[in-house]
């Protein structure tokens, strides 16, 4: 079965939600690409620039190596669509979603993940440990939320914000991982910090006893976070992880 022929949204949004479109489905598609996604079962999220109000997500159904800028669905803070499409939305992917847009207006891009290693470490007692380098990036700034089932009800919107706090990394306990971001890039980085963090902890506890940096290191790591990136955080590294996906996997930009 071919997937459905979507007609291009390019004239009927202005040039900052194309923009935000376009980067949003390569971030989809660099999900899938990385071996992040799980079939259909999660999301990522952008606010629309200029539209406080409004969000993108993806169409429920589509594998987001699919996904294009036009595919993409324009919801409101209820999950309601502010644009007629054909495409469902996932009532359980936008509750945590848009709890976190609305309690953190400077957060633009939430990604959300269900991984082997991910959903291993928030399993485990300790959550993620200090192990590694990219550990340390992770903790500066890391909360917990309890699982409470599939996130279907609304009453779990304020302990979800109260847990997350100003944090930008999030482990959802026996449930994955979730970052935030100003943008889609910085998003993306993050979950690429957090999900392999949580990848070399599974490894190295298969291999022997650990050993775990101490406190200091981590709490250095946090005034050494932007010197890493040359001041450029995850600008440094997009516009490359575009070119990749315009060589492996193109089309997300129709």
């Not at 359980?92 to 939430?110: D, E, L, T, W």
């Not at 500066?140 to 779990?156: N, S, T």
Request: aromatic share 8%; charged share 20%; glycine share 6%.
């Amino acid at each position: 079965m071919s997937t459905p022929t979507i007609p291009s949204l390019r004239h009927a949004v202005s040039p900052e939600e194309w923009q935000e479109r376009v980067d949003l489905a390569a971030c989809y598609r660099l999900v899938a690409l990385f071996g992040w996604d799980d079939l259909v079962f999660t999301h990522v999220s952008a606010r629309v620039p200029g539209e406080p109000q409004h969000f993108l997500i993806n169409p429920y159904g589509f594998f987001f190596d699919e996904i294009t800028a036009s595919s993409l669905v324009k919801v409101d803070e209820q999950g309601q669509p502010a644009i007629a499409t054909p495409f469902p939305v996932n009532p359980a992917g936008f509750v945590i979603h848009s709890a976190i847009h609305q309690a953190r207006p400077k957060v633009n891009c939430v990604l959300h993940t269900h991984t082997v290693h991910g959903v291993a470490v928030s399993a485990q007692a300790d959550g993620l440990l200090p192990l590694s380098q990219q550990s340390t990036f992770a903790l500066i700034r890391l909360a917990y939320h309890d699982y409470e089932g599939v996130a279907l009800r609304d009453e779990e919107k304020p302990r979800l914000v109260h847990d997350l706090g100003d944090a930008n990394f999030l482990i959802l306990r026996n449930h994955g991982l979730l970052t935030c971001g100003r943008g889609v890039a910085e998003a993306f980085l993050a979950m690429h910090l957090l999900e392999t963090a949580c990848r070399i902890q599974t490894l190295a506890q298969a291999g022997g006893r650990l050993r775990q940096l101490p406190r200091a290191l981590v709490d250095l790591n946090r005034e050494q976070a932007q010197a890493a990136s040359n001041h450029q955080g995850a600008n440094l590294v997009w516009p490359g992880l575009l070119r990749r996906l315009d060589r492996l996997n193109p089309g997300y930009d129709a």
